[in-house]
């Protein structure tokens, strides 16, 4: 069983609609769950963190942890084209620094 | 956010040489940096966690030999490709831990070789 795993998609949205973002976690230890772009070609930039149960949101983009489910998800409102790229879900390990990466979930944005 | 850097961000090199990439963290001090590969549309594969002043810890099927991996300050962790060969052509990740716990990573260095 991989420890976390992503809808691997890919998942295409219209310009303007929220893109939602889901990844589950095996690990009832993990505790930080970080969401990552990357675009093509590029190494991941880091989008956001969360570490509580609940939503936290920074501008456009909102984090949402369920630790009794083992669910973290991403929702984009007001999807760009630029946003279009793969995004990685990845969880930590219990008694460890290195993270789980899912095996990513390209979205596409059509204008 | 953290910068990180890899230098270089491409190398091209023959079957049977060395290549040695470096990652520094910019901004801040990393105790613990990471090496990942990334092989065209798969997600990224931990290679090995590299701590400053000790051993590097090396993920399993992950030859220690072929691939070196020296961290001996807090801003710089460098990864040598032993004797390169077709097979090791990969897109090379570095990442760097803060005192948060957020690991950063570096723009990456493409590696071909012929």
């Known amino acids: 069983q991989k420890e976390v795993e992503q809808n691997s998609g890919p998942l295409s949205v219209p310009e303007g609609a929220i893109a939602s973002l889901n990844c589950t976690y095996s690990d009832r230890g993990s505790q930080s769950f970080f969401w990552y772009r990357q675009y093509s070609g590029k190494s991941p930039e880091l989008i956001m963190f969360i570490y509580s149960n609940g939503d936290k949101e920074d501008g456009r983009f909102t984090a949402q942890l369920n630790k009794a489910s083992q669910y973290v998800s991403l929702l984009i409102r007001d999807s760009q084209p630029s946003d279009s790229a793969t995004y990685l879900c990845?969880?930590?390990?219990?008694?460890?620094?290195?993270?789980?990466f899912g095996t990513g979930t390209r979205l596409t944005v059509i204008p | 956010g953290a910068v990180v850097s890899q230098h270089p961000s491409w190398v091209i090199c023959k079957s049977g040489t060395s290549v040695k990439i470096e990652c520094r963290s910019l901004d801040f001090q990393a105790t613990t940096m990471f090496w990942y590969r990334q092989f065209p549309k798969q997600s990224l594969m931990l290679m090995a966690t590299s701590n400053e002043g000790s051993k590097a810890t090396y993920e399993q099927g992950v030859e220690k030999d072929k691939f070196l991996i020296n961290h001996a300050s807090l801003t710089l962790s460098t990864l040598t490709v032993t004797s390169a060969h077709p097979e090791d052509s990969s897109f090379y990740i570095c990442?760097?831990?803060?005192?948060?716990?957020?690991?950063?990573f570096g723009p990456g260095t493409r590696l071909t070789v012929l």
């Open positions: 990442s760097a831990l803060t005192s948060t716990d957020t690991q950063y």
């Open positions: 990845a969880g930590d390990q219990t008694g460890a620094n290195n993270l789980f």
